[in-house]
């Protein structure tokens, strides 16, 4: 029997939107940056509990094209996916859909995204934004269309090239994201205007976020560290005429949204893997979201102080592991990933949680937590999230030896036996070192531009709007 969804007579379009270095973090954090992401959620469903799939941004693209996480893990480094699944761009476009690859970047001249050149058509680029549109309305114009943009703007790298129109960090963040936001909205209004926005799924998701050294310092690298919860916990907004509007609270990970956006055009998806993602219209709700941040054949980056490690979030808690053992993590109370709740138990022969006196006496307000944890609801979240992680990490590593990997690199599974203790001592009662004198260092005087206090109007309040405006051909140049 064939149990195929009949395809409309008129086949929906296709819109994803990648928002580069934007977690909810990222979101919260500048309000006034994304007033179009808002406009969009107001007629939209939000998931608030995606999980990246990964803490880099060419992992996650894997993930998400291909409907798994395991697409570069028989590889040492970043790699071209394996083809697992077939790319979801290939299989639209193997049913007649127009594909489109539109990237905004700071260094249109320079190779990008070149892995991925199977799983997409060929990237094109460009640093002027009246352009790139211009290219979205003529790929737009006739359906039925797939088009993928990716804004580089709010990566790290790409921020230097803006860095002359900012005075401070978060403010040169704040303005590459307002520029993302604005290519977003002015791409919706397109749409709209040739009225294809009624009859075109759109998805806009978040890759990941960025470290701004709470976990170290890591030799400056705010991402492809490892997955704690604020790095993987972002957006993903998708406005279709199936899905009601409002805020869903479902578990949800990168790897169910290739599946999702083919239930959505009415089209039966290709996922042969195993460990490949289910589609949000199905039955059931998702129980655990995994993350990791590098391959499981990569070696761990010392030099970089960053361990491989791999995470299983479910609604309340991140457990994660790396050669050092395990850490667990409230990202409900603890979004930044900075209490390991592990720091507070032993475990005993029988291999269970127990927690353990402190060395030092604690305040009252410490009582509630530690009357729940002794009631064993927290050890056994625990147990389900380690069961849960190491066979995802078992499967991992058998897929990475199944493509001759060097097993020397994966992760011994010794790992789940024992608890990460690094910065316990500090945690629980070591003072943080003060200056020689106990002293602050005095302060400058402070400029007498304005009144103190005073923050003057961001600079990419003034620029934004320029950067959207045709740019005058030159002579003699050729465009």
């Not at 209004?189 to 978040?206: D, K, M, Q």
């Not at 993590?329 to 592990?342: A, E, I, K």
């Not at 199944?402 to 024992?418: I, K, P, V, Y």
């Amino acid at each position: 029997m064939n149990h195929s969804r009949p395809v409309p007579a008129r086949p929906k379009n296709l819109f994803v939107f990648h928002l580069e270095s934007t977690s909810w973090q990222t979101f919260n954090a500048f309000p006034e940056a994304f007033p179009h992401l808002r406009a969009l959620m107001a007629e939209a469903r939000t998931y608030r509990r995606h999980y990246a799939s990964a803490t880099s941004t060419q992992m996650v693209m894997a993930a998400f094209l291909h409907g798994n996480d395991f697409e570069m893990d028989g590889a040492a480094g970043l790699a071209r996916p394996a083809g697992n699944n077939p790319s979801l761009f290939t299989q639209l476009a193997a049913r007649g859909y127009e594909t489109s690859f539109l990237c905004a970047s700071a260094y249109p001249r320079l190779p990008i995204l070149h892995l991925f050149n199977t799983a997409l058509p060929e990237a094109w680029k460009t640093n002027d934004f009246a352009t790139l549109l211009q290219a979205f309305e003529q790929r737009t114009a006739q359906g039925p269309f797939a088009i993928y943009v990716w804004c580089q703007l709010p990566h790290i790298e790409a921020d230097l090239a803006l860095a002359s129109h900012a005075r401070h960090l978060d403010e040169l963040f704040e303005g590459s994201c307002a520029a993302t936001d604005t290519l977003l909205g002015a791409m919706l209004e397109i749409l709209r205007r040739a009225g294809a926005l009624e009859h075109t799924t759109t998805l806009v998701y978040g890759d990941h976020g960025d470290d701004h050294g709470t976990h170290g310092f890591k030799t400056g690298l705010l991402h492809a560290v490892e997955p704690y919860p604020a790095l993987i916990h972002t957006p993903l907004v998708i406005r279709d005429e199936r899905l009601p509007v409002g805020s869903d609270g479902r578990l949800v990970s990168t790897v169910d949204l290739a599946a999702t956006c083919l239930d959505l055009l009415g089209i039966e998806g290709d996922w042969p893997f195993p460990h490949s993602g289910r589609s949000l219209l199905a039955e059931g709700a998702r129980t655990v979201a995994f993350a990791q941040n590098l391959t499981a054949s990569q070696a761990d980056m010392d030099s970089w102080d960053v361990k491989k490690g791999f995470a299983a979030l479910d609604h309340s808690h991140a457990l994660l592991v790396t050669a050092r053992g395990l850490q667990l993590f409230n990202h409900r109370l603890d979004p930044g990933g900075h209490h390991n709740l592990l720091h507070h138990f032993d475990v005993d022969t029988a291999g269970r949680l127990v927690p353990v006196d402190l060395p030092r006496p604690h305040h009252p307000h410490f009582r509630t937590q530690r009357h729940l944890w002794r009631s064993g609801a927290l050890q056994e979240d625990v147990a389900r999230l380690r069961d849960a992680l190491h066979a995802h990490v078992a499967a991992k590593n058998a897929h990475a030896r199944e493509r001759q990997a060097d097993a020397s690199m994966l992760l011994d599974l010794a790992a789940f036996d024992r608890l990460d203790r690094t910065g316990r001592e500090a945690f629980l009662g070591c003072a943080p070192p003060s200056s020689p004198d106990g002293r602050f260092p005095p302060a400058r005087p402070s400029s007498a531009a304005g009144p103190a206090g005073a923050r003057k109007r961001p600079r990419w309040k003034k620029w934004l709007p320029r950067m959207f405006q045709p740019r005058p051909k030159r002579l003699g140049v050729r465009s």
